[in-house]
Nanobody, 117 residues
């Protein structure tokens, strides 16, 4: 089992920045990939950015140049950060942290990001 806790969402003006955090606990040794996904109303869930066990990152074209993903590992937890800069209104969505471990996906509860003036 993997438990994910997200934080850092909120309301921000266009052009602003936010940093999302996802803290994972549990079967950390078998997590292959952790990523941030987002889902806007009426839209499918899409990958924003993620990082695999080896440290390689994958960032959606819509986020390249604006968002970065990073990871910090401690004894009993792994935290993945999504730094979002130059936010646009179209970035408004619920952002969810996902972790892939031994053929199973685990998801956090989601955090709302709203970009509006």
């Amino acid at each position: 089992q993997v438990h994910l806790v997200e934080s850092g969402g909120g309301l921000v003006q266009p052009g602003g920045s936010l940093r999302l955090s996802c803290a994972a606990s549990g079967r950390l040794f078998s997590i292959y990939f952790m990523g941030w996904y987002r889902q806007a109303p009426g839209m499918e869930r899409e990958l924003v950015a993620g990082i695999n066990r080896g440290g390689s990152t994958n960032i959606a074209d819509s986020a390249k140049g604006r968002f970065t993903v990073s990871r910090d590992s401690a004894t009993n937890t792994v935290t993945v950060y999504l730094q979002m800069n130059s936010l646009k209104s179209e970035d408004t969505a619920v952002y969810l942290c996902g972790a892939y471990e031994t053929n199973t996906w685990y998801w956090g509860q989601g955090t709302q990001v709203t970009v509006s003036s």
